[in-house]
């Protein structure tokens, strides 16, 4: 799977200031998708990763058999 930070994919981000001065930031289009920083800068660095580590699928559910194949897609 490409890293999404390459530039693959566009997704919207919510960033917000919370009451304690982090930024956190989180994905609508992915559910429990968060994450924050001390910063604006550190929070978008945090949500990328946690991007990648949601839409990464689980080695079980790449198992390929006689009637399926793993194609990836670049979107």
């Known amino acids: ?5 390459e530039g693959l994919m566009n997704i919207k981000v919510v960033v917000k200031k919370g009451e ?9 289009a992915l559910k429990s998708c968060w994450s ?7 929070a978008l660095e945090n949500i990328k990763e946690a991007i990648d580590l949601y839409l990464e699928p689980e080695p079980t559910a790449l ?12 979107v």
């Open 1 to 5: 799977m490409k890293n999404l930070s």
């Open 20 to 28: 304690d001065g982090y930024f956190v930031a989180h994905v609508p």
């Open 36 to 42: 924050q920083g001390r910063t604006r800068e550190e």
């Open 63 to 74: 198992g390929e058999g006689e009637n399926q194949e793993v194609v990836e897609l670049m």
